[in-house]
């Protein structure tokens, strides 16, 4: 199979003009001549491996900013927006559409923004017809604070460098131990905040995990949580005590739209601090190396829930010590992803329900089993998926105790690192399950588990034949 060639000119180009580096300046450091540099920005070669790591270390930028992990997500986005009836029937060639990305980054994440804002609007729109109408209906803002938070934390590959590091210190100066964490995150909170933990029965009925009384200087857990929860808990608070201007300092660069939006942010830093902090980077690193990256293994040795565990994995971004790249998403049992993130190309549906045929789901019917999935998207890149539930006791029979499951995924290409490769057929593509990023965005039309068609396409009502759906759509 030939190797997928990095035409990267754009970037290149961008990064240097930071810099305030001339084409021939940065030719003559890389040691080549100023045609060649010139050629590659221009996108008429491509970028090899050898002068990738070069060109990132003179410009002082992460290699992943070259790659088209990011492009590849922005040319998911807009090809799933403008299937959109609205933009008519034909749908712009894919090369026009790498074109304008590769060209105008900015005005296709603008567009999208732009988008994201109309499709709420109409939502909210129809919402309101069929509601009462005497109510005035409020005021929306550009975007759902979520989805600019989640778009900004998959910009930054869902890696921070600042507050990894400053967690792994911590962890390192002040001698925590891994076996004996909630003791020492206690010990912390009261040596250098003079902060109590107290325990709450009543939190868990309120809806409420943990509540930090700032004039008493008591933190007060839910009782019944799990030991990992809590543990996590106090190193969140931990990061917002410690790391307040890391975090502030994040949050202002990052620009946001919204004052909720600011706000979701600074409890994505301590959350990602805190995960930092359980599982600090290079211990965690190179033990999941060791152990092939087996989940339950890495639980027990850092003391972390089953989900703690495969979101960390999702950040072993460090540019001189990256694990495998991992995507990872959250779900409920009714197909809701309530967390995602991804240092791959994996694509999520931004409009209407995921793939059924998507292992995570499989995880429901077999709780607390892992389930293992060989998959293939749409672009024929093959995955590995691993699955599990990790639903939270409610505490009582009463608190229906809420059902969600976690997967986590990487290129077939890492899977051999893995123990989950074991008894695969990895080199068979046949034992791939199709799948795809939601029936609206899916262009299998075969697809015996589609539920809607495909935005965009038309619907051929007038033949005389039913298919695997009770409908057939045009050939484009």
Not at 17 to 44: F, V
Request: proline share 5%; glycine share 6%.
């Amino acid at each position: 199979m030939n190797k997928k060639k990095l035409l990267a000119g754009g970037r290149l180009k961008r990064a240097r003009e930071r810099q305030g580096l001339k084409q021939s300046t940065l030719a003559k450091m890389a040691g080549i001549s100023p045609s060649y540099l010139n050629q590659i920005e221009s996108d008429q070669r491509p970028l090899t491996a050898t002068l990738l790591t070069r060109l990132a270390g003179l410009l002082e930028v992460p290699e992943i900013s070259f790659l088209d992990n990011a492009d590849v997500r922005r040319a998911g986005d807009l090809h799933e927006a403008l299937r959109d009836p609205l933009f008519g029937p034909k749908p712009i060639p894919p090369e026009e559409l790498q074109a304008i990305i590769r060209v105008a980054p900015a005005f296709s994440d603008m567009f999208m923004t732009l988008y994201r804002d109309y499709t709420r609007r109409e939502e909210q729109h129809r919402e309101e017809l069929i509601r009462s109408a005497k109510q005035p209906v409020a005021n929306i803002a550009s975007r759902f604070p979520y989805d600019e938070v989640r778009d900004w934390v998959q910009a930054h590959h869902n890696y921070f460098d600042t507050l990894d590091r400053a967690a792994e210190q911590v962890f390192e100066d002040h001698h925590f131990d891994s076996a004996n964490l909630r003791d020492d995150f206690s010990r912390y909170l009261l040596d250098q905040h003079g902060i109590t933990i107290g325990s709450g029965a009543e939190l868990l009925e309120q809806g409420t995990f943990w509540r930090l009384n700032r004039a008493e200087k008591r933190l007060v857990l839910a009782e019944d949580s799990a030991v990992e929860s809590k543990m996590f808990w106090m190193a969140h608070v931990i990061g917002l005590l410690d790391q307040k201007p890391r975090i502030e300092r994040q949050v202002r660069q990052a620009r946001f739209s919204t004052g909720e939006a600011q706000g979701l942010a600074r409890i994505a830093l301590a959350n990602y601090f805190a995960g930092a902090l359980m599982m600090p980077y290079r211990r965690f690193n190179e033990y999941a190396q060791g152990v092939r990256y087996d989940l339950q293994r890495l639980q027990y040795y850092f003391g972390a829930s089953f989900e703690q565990v495969c979101h960390r994995l999702s950040t072993m971004q460090r540019a001189d010590m990256r694990g495998i790249p991992f995507y990872f998403a959250k779900t409920d049992i009714a197909g809701n992803i309530l967390k995602r993130s991804s240092a791959t190309a994996f694509q999520f549906a931004q409009f209407g329900g995921p793939c059924p045929v998507w292992n995570v789901y499989r995880a429901f019917a077999h709780p607390g089993e892992i389930q293992v999935q060989l998959a293939i998207t749409p672009d024929q890149t093959r995955y590995l998926n691993i699955a599990r539930t990790v639903g939270r006791s409610g505490g009582s029979y009463l608190s229906r105790p809420r059902s969600v499951a976690v997967v986590l995924g990487c290129e077939l290409r890492h899977a051999a690192q893995t123990v989950y490769a074991a008894g695969l057929d990895l080199n068979n593509p046949d034992a791939a399950d199709p799948i795809g990023p939601g029936c609206r965005a899916c262009e299998r039309d075969s697809c015996r588990h589609r539920s809607v068609p495909p935005i965009g396409r038309v619907l051929d009502v007038g033949t005389a034949e039913r298919g695997v759906v009770p409908y057939r759509l045009e050939t484009i």
